[in-house]
T-cell receptor, first 112, second 112 residues
Framework: IAGITQAPTSQILAAGRRMTLRCTQD?????MYWYRQDLGLGLRLIHY???????GKGEVPDGYSVSRANTDDFPLTLASAVPSQTSVYFC???????????FGPGTRLLVL | QKEVEQDPGPLSVPEGAIVSLNCTYS??????FMWYRQYSRKGPELLMY????GNKEDGRFTAQVDKSSKYISLFIRDSQPSDSATYLC????????????FGTGTRLKVLA
């Protein structure tokens, strides 16, 4: 693989269910990010990680959690999904702070 | 007021036209500017990046930054139907933060 992969591609989820979105990069980038993209609101940062073992909150972190056990993987978990979490979720990575971000193909999530 | 403003479009142009896409920003700390292209139902794809004021050219694309006016532009020469996509500007202060601010995107249609 080359770049960033995300899984699943799309998902329909019942409200209240737990869901983990997966993200893997093979570029050995230190920093990774999760965004949600909503019409008219653009890309909004949910959580980020500047290196394995550390995470930070972005603009819209409520209802989401992340972990960074190693360099390559950065899963995003919705503990108890709500309809307002219906969105397209993008994972991204960069070599470091303030450097170009590269994006995955996205996960389309519908919470009913 | 949003930190980054971008006209959502849609912008429709005939094939071969020169396209100008623009963003304005309010935070003078932004030092690193990027343009992404996003096709429907795909992840953002990096087109160009620049640190400095002035022009940077890559094939049919030219990125222009005017820090004194807090204004950035992307020009597309000899536009093609395959350029039809949403174009996102993004920017970051580089140091001291993992904060990247994205415009909401301009939808471009190049008509054959």
């Amino acid at each position: 693989i080359a770049g960033i992969t995300q899984a699943p591609t799309s998902q329909i989820l019942a409200a209240g269910r737990r869901m983990t979105l997966r993200c893997t990069q093979d570029m050995r980038h230190n920093a990774m990010y999760w965004y949600r993209q909503d019409l008219g609101l653009g890309l909004r940062l949910i959580h980020y990680s500047n290196t394995a073992g550390t995470t930070g909150k972005g603009e819209v972190p409520d209802g989401y959690s992340v972990s960074r056990a190693n360099t390559d993987d950065f899963p995003l978990t919705l503990a108890s999904a709500v309809p307002s979490q219906t969105s397209v979720y993008f994972c991204a990575s960069s070599k470091g702070r303030g450097e170009t971000q590269y994006f995955g193909p996205g996960t389309r999530l519908l919470v009913l | 007021q949003k930190e980054v403003e971008q006209d959502p479009g849609p912008l429709s142009v005939p094939e071969g036209a020169i396209v100008s896409l623009n963003c304005t920003y309010s935070n003078s700390a932004f030092q690193y500017f990027m343009w992404y292209r996003q096709y429907s139902r795909k992840g953002p794809e990096l087109l160009m990046y620049t640190y400095s004021s002035g022009n940077k050219e890559d094939g049919r694309f030219t990125a222009q930054v005017d820090k004194s006016s807090k204004y950035i532009s992307l020009f597309i020469r000899d536009s093609q139907p395959s350029d039809s996509a949403t174009y996102l500007c993004a920017m970051t202060p580089i140091s001291g933060t993992y904060k990247y601010i994205f415009g909401t995107g301009t939808r471009l249609k190049v008509l054959a």
